[in-house]
């Protein structure tokens, strides 16, 4: 079965930064797209940037100039880099994994912008 899964979240101060992780196994990743969203407390979850299988990227406006979403098909990871971090950017970041219209999520990982 396919399975998700994030690491890298944390505790930061504003202004730092973090890098997650998003490990899936169980599917042919090289072929799957892959993306971050988030949800902060009693908020909807958004998304915040995805990364296709061919390396093409998008990013929320929010993130943009930000936060970089990259690939490493050898090791069937994605990871998003996340620098100058603010506090309303606290939340639980999710991966979702999409490949042929099935989408599969991680559990998530919480990040906490604060000092």
């Known amino acids: 079965q396919v399975q998700i899964v994030e690491s890298g979240g944390g505790l930061v101060q504003p202004g730092g930064s973090l890098t997650l992780s998003c490990a899936a196994s169980?599917?042919?990743?090289?072929?799957?797209?892959m993306a971050w969203y988030r949800q902060a407390p009693g908020k909807q979850r958004e998304l915040v940037a995805v990364?296709?299988?061919?390396?093409?990227?998008n990013y929320a406006d929010s993130v943009k100039g930000r936060f970089t979403i990259s690939r490493d098909n050898a090791k069937n990871t994605a990871y998003l880099q996340m620098n100058s971090l603010k506090p309303e950017e606290t939340a639980v970041y999710y991966c979702?994994?999409?490949?042929?219209?099935?989408?599969?999520w991680g559990q998530g990982t919480q990040v906490t912008v604060s000092s």
């Open positions: 990364i296709g299988s061919g390396g093409s990227t």
């Open positions: 979702n994994v999409f490949l042929n219209r099935q989408y599969y």
């Open positions: 169980g599917i042919i990743f090289r072929l799957a797209g």
